[in-house]
Nanobody
Framework: QVQLVESGGGLVQAGGSLRLSCAAS????????MGWHRQAPGNQRELVAS???????NYLDSVKGRFSISRENAMNVVYLQMNSLKPEDTAVYYC??????????WGQGTQVTVSS
């Protein structure tokens, strides 16, 4: 089992920045891939960014150039730096992790609201 605890959400104006953090504990051998997903009301959950233990990253097209994912393997922490935020980025953001895909284990979610 893996436990994920997120922090860093909040309310920000369009164009602003937020940094999300997610700390993993438990069976860290199951945390090869860590990622951030988001779900807006009425929408399906989508993968925003992911990063492997080796540092390979992937991003949703709509956040490329604005969001940056990073991780500290020694601390089992993953970050999502979100810049140039837009109202359409408003959603609940979930940290996820797994051996192959970042969706075997989930955090509780943190609200990000971007006002126009």
């Amino acid at each position: 089992q893996v436990q994920l605890v997120e922090s860093g959400g909040g309310l920000v104006q369009a164009g602003g920045s937020l940094r999300l953090s997610c700390a993993a504990s438990g069976n860290i051998f199951s945390t090869n891939v860590m990622g951030w997903h988001r779900q807006a009301p009425g929408n399906q959950r989508e993968l925003v960014a992911s990063i492997t233990r080796g540092g390979s990253t992937n991003y949703l097209d709509s956040v490329k150039g604005r969001f940056s994912i990073s991780r500290e393997n020694a601390m089992n922490v993953v970050y999502l730096q979100m810049n140039s935020l837009k109202p359409e980025d408003t959603a609940v953001y979930y940290c996820g992790t797994g051996s192959v895909v970042p969706s075997d284990y989930w955090g509780q979610g943190t609200q990000v609201t971007v006002s126009s």
